[in-house]
């Protein structure tokens, strides 16, 4: 399994960056997936995850400005977000979890495939 991220930089406050995860011999419609953020001196934080039914979860500090998806042709987990804040800083990260849930979670103990991390930085 091999997970690739990519789509990070350096913004403004205010603005977007759509982050993408490549996905390769890591079959999606069978687990699920998520997006998670480490920032300096801090613990890995799950940011979003979803199932391949549709159904997400996100953390309270990202609900209503980042969006998780996933195209099926393409094997490829996406994460928009939108009005990014400072404290959006850090190191994200793609994660495939070894089995499947009904309900996503964003708790890392279920996420057993990672990739290396894309670095995101806004700056006010």
């Known amino acids: 399994v091999q997970l690739v991220e990519s789509g990070g930089g350096s913004v403004q406050a205010g603005g977007s960056l759509r982050l993408s995860c490549g996905a390769s011999?890591?079959?999606?419609?069978?687990?699920?997936m998520g997006w998670f953020r480490q920032a300096p001196g801090k613990g890995r934080e799950g940011v979003a995850s979803m199932n391949s039914d549709g159904r997400t979860s996100y953390i309270d500090s990202v609900k209503g400005r980042f969006t998780i998806s996933h195209d099926n042709a393409k094997n490829t987990l996406y994460l928009q977000m939108n009005s990014l804040k400072p404290e959006d800083t850090a190191m994200y990260y793609c994660?495939?979890?070894?089995?499947?849930?009904?309900?996503?979670?964003?708790?890392?103990?279920?996420?057993?495939?990672w990739g290396k991390g894309t670095q995101v930085t806004v700056s006010s």
């Open positions: 994660a495939g979890s070894a089995f499947w849930r009904f309900a996503p979670t964003t708790n890392p103990g279920d996420f057993v495939y």
């Open positions: 011999g890591y079959t999606y419609s069978a687990y699920y």
